[in-house]
């Protein structure tokens, strides 16, 4: 089990040497030809982030998930029943069923189920949500993600010995992709003893730059750059962004001889000080004995009543008061600030008053320069991320968004969308309209007109848009869709920033007199049945973003006065002489 490095330059694993839970070649077929005939349940994507971190010893010394010896111990005195530090707790929370037996062998599978591992059910426990949540979080709030999250798990805790036939499989960035035997491996032949880690879950800007060489120069060693891929706080920039500008960082501005970019799968928990110690502990499993650790590490911003989880110097005075014991180093790091006049960042406590300084926030990144089509200035990040971040994050003139008519038949939402189509194409937007009767022709074909039907036609129709949406479209959606609950369902599977409801209100008299198809006039004889608005109800959104009277308004004044709306939101650009925009504005600097 045990995967000594004597002659290593580098920091030993926790606990002497790393946790390796994969089952050898020899007896693969063996174990996957019993496994088939095993119970099965699917982890969750924390769970295999986990199992893969176990498996290969980057939680040494823990090899298992945890029974409840480790969990209690853990929660009181952040320690394994061992007496070794562990800050949080590594549990897999199930839900009852009649499959688990103690001491009988159970099939670990991912959600595509693809079997990854067996364990031997050692014990089987029951949890308090309230107890776990207070004790490794420090709170109850739902606003904190993984409390919120932690109300979903399963009631019992299973652990025991695991014998893993396979880590999850990664399509992406294969050869960033590096086990903590291959981290160290790959650390070794730079041939320094010191290594200092860097967490992130961001893109790196200029400050990360300079905090991370100025860590590598301290230590006189090597630098580890550890972006985290697994699972991050909902809503970070994804991983596939970052790394790709991680990457070109790495290419062009460290020195290849004192840095080592490698993700790690990890599932974070956003619990600050805790965390720290823990992602120290990863580290150390790396090869790493420094970490870095900034302002508020891993927070998860401010609980419900508006105050921060934990204190923004926590989680270093934590990994402080253990760095001995865990043998890695806390390389602390104050905020830095952009000086303009002197062209470098500094540590604000060593700022004198009254110098100009600035910088830029996440929230003023994405509204004041991604959503407005601004490039980011190269004194706040290099060219190639704030290339990278505009590609992925385009401005609001081209991000997708979706235009859904709703009315009763007859009320014009077919006219008006005809004439916002050919006013979008004219601003330059590309549209794809979805009207209900046409998608009836081809992607409906052979619905009908019953409830499920008229359901399920919505609901293709939908999926539809939020594609379109997805890849930076219009689509405009002309549809009855008499139902609340579906034009909901709808609204949250597109993006609610990126739906734009539009009540055609005309009254049903109205409708009934244009009777442009003919359908009330068949559905009063009867040879409609279920016709909305008479024998079917329609149900109108409650709070539409507009609402159209097509009595006193003409289609073409309708159309006209949704394209406002779009223009006021950014997602169309209003046309100047010139046919450019504003992208050359100043850039918005907060000078202090
Ligand atoms: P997290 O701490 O949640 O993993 P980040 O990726 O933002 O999120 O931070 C990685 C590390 O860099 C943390 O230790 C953080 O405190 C530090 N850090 C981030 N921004 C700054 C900054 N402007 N100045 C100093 N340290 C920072
Ligand atoms: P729907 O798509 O809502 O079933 P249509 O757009 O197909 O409705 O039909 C609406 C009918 O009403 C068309 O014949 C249109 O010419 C007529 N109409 C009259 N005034 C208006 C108006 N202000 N807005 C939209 N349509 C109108």
Not at 340 to 356: F, K, L, Q
């Amino acid at each position: 089990m045990a995967r000594s490095t004597p002659v290593s330059p580098l920091i030993a694993p926790y606990g002497g040497s790393l946790v390796d839970l994969m089952v050898p070649a020899e007896g693969y077929a063996e174990v996957k030809a019993r496994a088939s005939q095993l119970p099965s349940i699917q982890l969750s994507e924390r769970s295999v982030c986990d199992l893969e971190l176990l498996a290969t010893g980057a939680f040494s010394p823990l090899d298992r998930f945890m029974g409840q010896t480790d969990y209690q111990r853990v929660l009181e005195e952040m320690r394994l029943r061992t007496g070794q530090l562990f800050p949080l707790p590594i549990t897999l929370p199930v839900e009852a069923s009649p499959a688990l037996h103690l001491d009988r062998d159970i099939a670990l599978r991912d959600a595509k189920n693809d079997l990854l591992a067996v364990m031997t059910l050692e014990e089987i426990y029951s949890w308090d949500l309230a107890e776990g949540a207070q004790k490794a979080f420090g709170t109850l709030d739902l606003r904190h993600p993984l409390v919120a999250e932690m109300h979903r798990w399963g009631q019992l805790n299973i652990s025991g010995h695991l014998r893993v036939l396979q880590l999850p499989q990664h399509y992406d960035f294969q050869e960033l992709r590096l086990t903590p035997a291959q981290t160290r491996a790959r650390l070794e032949a730079f041939g320094y003893a010191n290594v200092v880690a860097f967490q992130t879950r961001n893109p790196l800007h200029r400050v990360h730059e300079e905090l991370t060489k100025r860590a590598a120069q301290e230590v006189g060693g090597v630098l580890l750059l550890h972006p985290v891929v697994g699972m991050t706080k909902p809503g970070d920039v994804d991983h596939y962004t970052r790394v790709r500008a991680y990457k070109a960082l790495a290419a062009r501005y460290y020195d290849p001889h004192r840095m080592l970019l490698a993700l790690l799968p990890l599932a974070m928990r956003i619990a600050g000080p805790r965390e720290a110690l823990w992602h120290a502990l990863i580290r150390r499993n790396h090869g790493a004995n420094h970490f870095i650790v900034g302002r508020d590490h891993a927070g998860p911003g401010k609980d419900s009543t508006g105050k921060p989880f934990y204190g923004p110097y926590d989680a270093q005075d934590l990994l402080q008061r253990y760095s001995a014991e865990l043998g890695v180093q806390m390389v602390p790091f104050h905020e830095l600030l952009y000086l303009p006049d002197e062209e470098r960042y500094e540590e604000v406590s060593r700022i004198p008053s009254a110098t100009r300084t600035a910088s830029i926030s996440g929230t003023q990144v994405r509204e004041q320069y991604l959503n407005q089509g601004r490039m980011l200035p190269d004194w706040f990040t290099r060219p190639e991320v704030a290339e990278i971040l505009a590609e992925t994050y385009p401005p609001r003139h081209r991000q997708g968004v979706c235009i859904w008519f709703t009315g009763l038949s007859g009320a014009g939402k077919s006219t008006t969308a005809e004439a916002l189509t050919v006013l979008l194409l004219e601003h330059g937007r590309q549209v794809t309209v979805l009207d209900g009767d046409v998608v009836r022709t081809h992607l409906s074909k052979g619905l009908g007109f019953s409830k499920e039907d008229r359901d399920t036609n919505i609901r293709r129709i939908g999926f539809v848009a939020a594609e379109v949406v997805r890849h930076g479209g219009v689509a405009v959606c002309a549809a009855v869709s008499p139902y609340r609950a579906t034009r909901n369902d709808i609204r949250t599977l597109v993006g609610a920033e990126h739906f734009v409801e539009v009540l055609v209100d005309t009254p049903l008299e109205v409708c009934e007199t244009r009777d442009t198809k003919g359908m009330y006039a068949k559905a009063r004889r009867g040879e409609i049945k279920g016709f909305t608005g008479l024998d079917d109800p329609y149900e109108p959104p409650e709070t539409p973003e507009i609402s159209l009277d097509t009595v006193i308004h003409t289609p073409e004044d309708n159309a006209r006065r949704i394209l406002q709306h779009l223009l006021q939101r950014g997602f169309v650009r209003a046309q100047t002489a010139g046919g450019t925009n504003g992208t050359q504005a100043a850039p918005v600097e907060s000078l202090q």
